[in-house]
């Protein structure tokens, strides 16, 4: 009788082990568009017996995507042979590789969902993941031409729904192995860019994660800073929100001192909102780190100018000598000097003072002839007129040139 028994408990086993697929999976597999595939999926994802079976649909899916993606993806690897062999090209249907490139990515990452999770004996053993990493793969990197392919056409949209998807799985348990040195040069920009995307739509919280992400990488720290900066800096209602912002942007600027970004806009938070002492003393730190830190003190020498006119110059020289070629400290190097020689009824000291404001104003209207980031031309022709007289030809040139 126990014997009987125990076979019979085996039988049973078996006929729980090599149950074949549920009927809603059996229908989602015959389907032969991806369209297709994912309205049975989507109408029936509660009915899968199970994980291992959701992930079997989701890998339909993929197969179905991949399908359109590689038809049309070596359609583009012809063509490329085709016109160097100066062959007649193949027309290629971009936007339906594109659009398959984004399903391809999404439902590998659902299937990975679920092909992770443990079986019903409590172990994880995945089916599909190691082949659609491998295969997917190249279908992600497609999704940078197509925002790109997206933004040329002025279709933002679309150019932030590629790129968001690109930059989100790059975080996928799935794609952990692959290779990303092929990325390298431009993930965090395509990061960046997606956070302009998110900023642009009023998507706070997701324009900061993107421009987060960006941040990790040194060459777009500046750029994503700026953003992450501009977004923080967004509708500040009110002088406590205000306030907050500046605390947020002080945090910033203790983690990371070098960031002459992060010091400019400390100082003119710290100006706006606590008042011109309180700036400076906060310049006043940052030199005491850095002696030679050229916006600390560039920004003192300008603050200095009108209470202090000769501590201004010697604080802009300082700067003007870690950056000789930065019109607008130049300029306002000449202006303060200037300003000295106002004050000075000595009239040989007063000409060598313009002398030397000229020096500095030729020098900025040298680097700087347009006027683009220093408007030099009152104040040199101010001094011109003080050092030369109201009819010397110099002078004249000068005031053309105001």
């Known amino acids: 009788m126990k014997k009987i028994m125990l076979m019979a408990l085996l039988v049973l086993g078996a006929t729980s082990a090599f149950a074949g697929d549920s009927p809603a999976l059996k229908g989602i597999l015959k389907a032969k ?49 085709a016109k160097q062999m100066g062959q007649q090209e193949k027309p290629v249907d971009t936007e339906a590789m594109n659009e398959a490139a984004l399903q391809a990515v999404k439902a590998a990452m659902e299937c990975d969902k679920y092909d992770q999770l443990p079986n019903e ?10 082949k659609n990493a491998q295969r997917v793969w190249p ?18 949209a679309d150019a932030k729904k ?18 990303r040195a092929v990325q390298k040069d431009f993930f965090s920009q395509v990061a960046r ?76 938070l710290l100006t706006a909102l606590k008042g011109k002492a309180e700036a400076v003393k906060f310049l006043d730190e940052a030199l005491a780190i850095n002696p030679n830190n050229f916006v600390a003190l560039a920004d003192k020498g300008i603050a200095k100018l009108n209470e202090s006119p000769a501590e201004a110059v010697e604080l ?17 190097l000449g202006t303060g000097l200037s300003i000295m020689a106002q004050d000075i009824a000595d009239k040989a000291k007063r000409n060598e003072l ?7 104003f030729d020098k900025a209207k040298e ?32 005031e053309a040139e105001k």
């Not at 279908?139 to 933002?156: C, E, H, I, M």
């Not at 802009?316 to 306002?332: C, E, G, W």
């Open 193 to 268: 860019f997606v956070g302009v995307f998110h900023y642009q739509d009023k998507e706070m919280d997701k324009a900061l994660k993107y421009a987060e992400i960006a941040m990790k990488d040194p060459a777009e720290y500046d750029n994503a800073l700026n953003l992450k900066l501009t977004i923080l800096g967004d509708d500040l209602k009110n002088h406590e929100d205000s306030v907050k912002f500046l605390n947020s942007v002080k945090a910033m600027y203790d983690e990371n001192k070098e960031n002459d970004g992060l010091l400019e806009r400390t100082y003119n």
């Open 367 to 398: 680097l700087d002839p347009e006027k683009n980031t220093s408007n030099w031309g009152y104040n040199r022709y101010n001094a011109y007129y003080n050092l030369y007289g109201e009819n010397d030809p110099k002078t004249k040139a000068a």
């Open 121 to 130: 004996k409590g172990k994880v053993s995945p089916k599909f993941a190691s």
């Open 162 to 179: 590629f790129w968001s998807a690109f930059v989100d799985s790059d975080a996928a348990q799935l794609f952990a192995e692959n290779d």
């Open 316 to 332: 802009l020289k300082k700067a003007a000598a870690v950056k000789p070629d930065n019109a607008l400290i130049v300029t306002y």
């Open 33 to 81: 568009t991806y369209a297709e595939a994912e309205s049975l999926l989507n109408s029936s994802l509660g009915q899968l017996a199970s994980d291992a079976e959701k992930a079997k649909a989701y890998n339909k899916l993929v197969d179905l995507a991949m399908e359109t993606y590689n038809k049309q993806s070596t359609i583009v690897t012809e063509n490329q042979v």
């Open 354 to 360: 313009y002398t030397e404001a000229v020096k500095y």
């Open 139 to 156: 279908a992600r990197l497609q999704l940078v031409n197509a925002g790109q392919d997206a933004l040329s056409a002025q279709k933002n």
